[in-house]
């Protein structure tokens, strides 16, 4: 079981974690297995008379489609996001790759963002747009947008995100105190 406590605590956990889900990507990944296991089925029971090589690229494109639709998107059917004392870690998907890492002596600033939208950053996953910053995106809805002392911005879509930017406030000052994030 996750240590989550929200916000309206008088102190904070010492590890804050939080998730945001999409069942939708695991749809996709059925396409992906679908595609593999026509691949397979090419290569071992075809009676493909065109030829071998139009047979072995058609077994190849349907399993290297397929692979790259499964991990590409098991990878993000959910994001994880992790919050200690000293860091800010999101992970990904079942792997926890692609994963971040961000010492909080990086991050100047957190918001709360009451929608994030897969269109705003063109699409689910790990997405950077130069006008907008970073941002891991897995499903429509709230989000924390961290600003970093380089300038740039990271996005996160978690559930609770409002929680989880008081955390973040919180720390910020315990780190530099008599400063308002």
Not at 21 to 39: D, I, K, S
Not at 75 to 82: C, I, P
Not at 84 to 102: L, W, Y
């Amino acid at each position: 079981m996750r240590e989550h406590r929200h916000a309206q605590d008088a102190s904070h956990p010492d590890v804050w974690t939080g998730r945001a889900t999409n069942r939708v990507q695991w749809l996709l990944a059925l396409v992906g297995a679908a595609c593999l296991a026509l691949g397979i089925e090419l290569a071992v029971e075809s009676a493909w008379t065109s030829g071998s090589a139009a047979l072995a690229m058609s077994v190849v494109g349907c399993i290297a489609a397929g692979l790259l639709v499964l991990f590409g998107t098991l990878a993000f059917v959910h994001v994880d996001l992790k919050l200690d004392k000293e860091c800010v870690e999101v992970r990904c998907g079942h792997i926890g790759v692609p994963r971040r890492r961000i010492p909080l002596t990086e991050v100047v600033g957190a918001d709360f963002t009451p929608v994030v939208t897969p269109r705003q950053w063109g699409g689910w996953g790990y997405r950077w747009r130069p006008e907008k910053g970073t941002a891991v995106v897995v499903r429509r809805g709230e989000g924390v947008v961290l600003s970093l002392w380089d300038g740039h911005t990271f996005t996160i879509t978690v559930d609770d995100a409002e929680s989880a930017v008081r955390v973040i406030r919180d720390r910020l000052r315990a780190i530099t105190p008599g400063t308002a994030h």
